[in-house]
């Protein structure tokens, strides 16, 4: 059995949800500042890629992928949908929209663990 980076990838994600939280409530609690510009961090998937996690074929069975079916590809970043008189760029409907999609990764993390932690502890049982 080789070793086990799944706690190392949550943790890496939780890291960086709490990090686009704290963005997120920074751009919030600046919805009136004159000038301010709204801001958001790097997808988690850009960190996945420098990672080195690659798949690994442990039975003749498996299906062999190219390496361009597995490349992630990057999303174009979304404009902010309004900019007021006074220059600020923050859209309380997007990051409300924003602060839900850190949301639902952190329990979606949080279930895979927990699910992962279940399997790994029955294992040791038996």
């Given at each position: 059995?080789?070793?086990?980076?799944?706690?190392?990838?949550?943790?890496?994600?939780?890291?960086?949800l709490e990090l686009?939280?704290?963005?997120?409530?920074?751009?919030?609690?600046?919805?009136?500042?004159?000038?301010?510009?709204?801001?958001?961090?790097?997808?988690?998937?850009?960190?996945?890629?420098?990672?080195?996690?690659?798949?690994?074929?442990?039975?003749?069975?498996?299906?062999?992928?190219?390496?361009?079916?597995?490349?992630?590809?990057?999303?174009?970043?979304?404009d902010s949908w309004?900019?007021?008189?006074?220059?600020?760029s923050v859209s309380?409907?997007?990051?409300?929209?924003?602060?839900?999609?850190?949301?639902?990764?952190?329990?979606?993390?949080?279930?895979?663990?927990?699910?992962?932690?279940?399997?790994?502890?029955?294992?040791?049982?038996?």
């Amino acid at each position: 059995m080789g070793p086990l980076y799944l706690f190392e990838l949550a943790s890496s994600q939780a890291r960086h949800l709490e990090l686009r939280q704290s963005t997120i409530a920074t751009n919030v609690a600046n919805a009136n500042t004159p000038g301010f510009k709204a801001r958001d961090v790097e997808p988690f998937n850009k960190v996945l890629d420098t990672m080195p996690v690659r798949l690994a074929t442990t039975s003749p069975s498996h299906l062999q992928l190219s390496g361009a079916e597995t490349d992630t590809r990057a999303t174009a970043k979304k404009d902010s949908w309004e900019v007021v008189h006074s220059g600020n760029s923050v859209s309380l409907e997007q990051e409300m929209i924003k602060g839900n999609d850190v949301s639902r990764d952190y329990s979606m993390n949080s279930a895979v663990v927990r699910s992962f932690h279940r399997m790994l502890m029955s294992s040791v049982k038996t």
